[in-house]
Each structure stands twice: as C-alpha cells, then as structure tokens.
C-alpha cells in the first residue's frame, strides 16, 4: 500500500514538471507584442463652435385691415411677389347698425338745417340787394349757410363711407387692402368669407397677409456662455441648412446679445448673422440651420492625433521611439486642439515617430 501512495505521489510529481516544461516552453514562442507607430504631421487645426438656429427674413410685416367686414376678394397667394400699393384684397364692409342709423339721422338733421339756412340766407339776399341791411350783417347768414351746406356734405361722406369704404370727394377706398412694403407673400392666413376687425388704437386688428423681403435673410442662433466671450461681430460663419445639405451658406456676424437666456438648463446667448444668398438656390423662411464659427485658426502647424497623448499631472507626454520598438516618455508643449489633432509647440520634431495609443 504504502509503495501504491509512493508511486502515486511520484507520478503527480513528474506530470506537474512536464506541465511546467510544456508552459514555459509556448510562453518562449509566443510572439513579442508590436506597438504602432504613428509620426507627427503639418496640418490647419481650426477650433470652431456651433450654433443652432434658423434663417428669416430681416423685415417680416403683418398688413391689417383698417376697417372691420367680410373678406370678398383676395388677389394674392403664397409665394407672389408684391410692389407697394399693389392691392391685397378686398374686403365687404358691415358697419355696425347703431352707426348707420346714426349717420342717417346726421344726414337728415343736416339737410334740415340746410333748407332753413337757404330760406334765411335768400331772405337776407334780397334785403342785401334793396340796401336794407349792411355788408357785414349779410355775410353773416352767407357763412352760416355755407356751414350748413359743408355739414350736410361731410355727414353724408360718413354715411357712404359706413357702407362702401369711399367718399365722394376721394378717390382712396378703404376697403381696398394694399401692401405696404414690396415683398414676397408669405402667407394668406384670411381667405375669402373671413370676418376681419380693424385696426384701432384698443386692438392689432386681423392680419390679412404676411409680407417679406427675402432677398435680405439673416441667420438667428443661440450660442453657449462658455464660447460667446470668444466672439466678435465681422466674424464668418458657414452655415449648413438642413433642407439643403452639401451646400453651405455664408454669413457675416453682426449682433450679440447682450443678455442671455436660459435655454434646456444652460444660459445662451441670441446672434444674429446677415446671409450670403446664392442666386441658385432659394432660401425659404424658418429653414433650420446650424452655424459653424470659427474661433481661432493655425495653419501648417505640426500636430499629432490627441489620443496619443499621456496627460499626467497638467503634463502633456508622447512616447517617442528611440530604437525599434523601444520608447521614451517625453514632455511637449501643445497649443491649439480641434478634438482630433492638437498642435505640438515643442518637444517633439517632424521627423521623429511616436508610439499609437
């Protein structure tokens, strides 16, 4: 038994040797890890950030009704382009019926104040003509007569203008709608059969179009608190419309807010950029877009890929290979970064590799 337990023990002893030997002997020809090796390079490193916004029209303009109705006519669509003055639509005036049978009841009072004025003015005429009363007393009942004759002509004026929009002395109707600047028509948001209010000094009145120049656009965008300190206006942006992709925009930088708001939990500040157009492409109002803002530019700067750099202690290290496969850390000294490459100011030449992290 015990010579059993011997040759047991013996035998455990001698695979566990083998075992070792077999191990050991692999490890031996495993092949030794080989690094990639990368070399600094000459390149423009531009550090940019960007802005979300959309495009407008500089000067958007609401036309509203002067009188309140029904709208009869509209000569426009969506798209038109309009000169100042030219006619919107036309609208059918309903005129309160207090106001009417007011203005009636001033016609009527008129015209009886006229008829006893002229029975009394040619009274006085033919006692003027006989000499029996003075020049001065004459003209007294001349004027009142005259008075008579314009009040009876105005409430008459305000009758016709309650009910079709014209006097009879002007030739502007005020039921016709004109534009009042040129422009393209944005928008109709009253179509015929629409009641409509005026305007007044109590309210905005109902709009009846919407009017631009869309050969002026600017770029409206917010910009984070931590990048705006970085802005100036002159500045150029690029901006690229989502409607529109692969082909970019230019626009120069012309306001900054002075106040920022608070945008998804981050304060933001408005800008403002007037548009390069290109006459081959048409830009429509509201499109989005997203401004790229140059902050600072290098070129032909000698840069590396960041992710190759060891940040230890606010020190920046490469590892520089010294012999194949063998590598020292090195402190550089780096500058500007654009996320991917960041520029080397010294410590490192053009002509030396590091190794890829």
Do not use: C, W
């Not at 120049?213 to 300190?229: A, H, K, Q, R």
């Amino acid at each position: 038994m015990k010579k059993f337990l011997m040759f047991g023990l013996l035998g455990l002893v001698v695979v566990i040797f083998l075992g070792t030997i077999v191990f050991l002997y692999k490890k031996s020809q495993q092949q030794p890890v080989v690094y990639q090796i990368d070399s600094p390079t000459t390149t423009t490193i531009i550090k940019k950030t960007v802005a979300i916004g959309k495009v407008i029209p500089r000067r958007e303009i609401e036309v509203k009704s002067q009188v309140s109705g029904v709208v009869e006519k509209v000569y426009v669509i969506a798209g038109q382009t309009v000169k100042k003055g030219d006619v919107l639509a036309k609208i059918t005036l309903r005129p309160s019926m207090l106001n009417v049978n007011s203005a009636e009841s001033q016609v009527q009072s008129a015209k009886i104040n006229l008829q006893n004025s002229e029975s009394e003015y040619n009274r006085q005429k033919k006692l003027y003509a006989q000499k029996l009363i003075s020049e001065s007393e004459y003209n007294k009942f001349l004027v009142s007569y005259n008075l008579q004759k314009e009040a009876l002509s105005s409430a008459e004026n305000y009758l016709q203008l309650l009910n079709s929009g014209v006097t009879k002395n002007s030739d502007k109707v005020s039921n016709l709608i004109p534009a009042t600047v040129d422009g393209m028509v944005l928008d109709v948001p009253n179509k015929e059969g629409a009641f409509i209010v005026e305007s007044s000094t109590f309210q905005s009145g109902t709009s009846l179009a919407v009017l631009a120049d869309m050969t002026d656009m600017i770029f409206e965008g917010l910009v984070d608190e931590s990048e705006v300190g970085k802005l100036r206006e002159g500045m150029e942006l690029v901006l690229n419309i989502g409607a529109l992709q692969g082909k970019p925009f230019t626009a120069i930088l012309e306001y900054i807010s002075p106040k920022g708001v608070t945008d998804q939990g981050t304060i933001k500040f408005q800008i403002r950029a007037a548009v390069k157009l290109n006459k081959e492409l048409f830009l429509r109002a509201n499109y989005s877009a997203n401004a790229d803002i140059v902050l600072e530019k290098k070129e032909n700067v000698l840069a590396i890929n960041e992710g190759n750099l060891l940040i230890e202690e606010k020190a920046s290290f490469v590892e520089v290979e010294t012999a194949p496969q063998k590598f020292e850390k090195r402190e550089v000294k780096t500058g500007l970064s654009d996320g991917i490459n960041i520029e080397i100011l010294s410590g490192l030449k053009a002509s030396e590799k590091i190794k890829h992290r």
